[in-house]
């Protein structure tokens, strides 16, 4: 799940031909990289650029894995490039505020808590907490990306 906080002057949205491993392995919120054919994957750890999945999961509550039918009809997945603030369900460990957040190799946020180590995307702005989306309680973070 990504919820966008902030607006979007400073993010873009970009609309991606997919590597048919992101839309079938990732969640809404999931961050993706370029392949090298610039088709979009999961990223691998100490991935950049590294961009999250905008497109609404296949099933809200994110039970399984894949996302609505116009990914599988454009084959494109749409991420946010540039500056913004979201609330995500997609991340390890428990960041706590301040912490630089990383790509995982599983196309999660996770604390980088080691400088010159893996390549810093965010900044968690507010630790693990629940939130309401849609019907649906998770428990996020805050980011804001760099």
Request: glycine share 8%; proline share 3%; aromatic share 6%.
């Amino acid at each position: 799940m990504i919820k966008l906080i902030s607006d979007l002057i400073m993010a873009e949205r970009l609309d991606i031909t997919d590597d048919d491993i992101a839309s079938l392995s990732g969640y809404m919120g999931s961050w993706v990289t370029l392949d090298s054919n610039a088709h979009l994957t999961l990223t691998s750890a100490a991935a950049v650029p590294a961009y999250p999945i905008w497109n609404e999961s296949a099933v809200l509550a994110e039970t399984s894995r894949g996302f609505t039918q116009d990914v599988t009809e454009t084959g494109k997945l749409t991420v946010l490039t540039g500056h913004h603030k979201a609330l995500t369900n997609q991340y390890s460990g428990t960041p706590a505020i301040g912490e630089r957040l990383a790509t995982a190799a599983t196309g999660v946020l996770e604390t980088n808590a080691t400088p010159g180590q893996g390549m810093v995307v965010a900044v968690c702005t507010k630790a693990p907490h629940s939130v309401e989306y849609r019907g649906t309680t998770f428990t996020c973070i805050e980011y804001e990306t760099l």
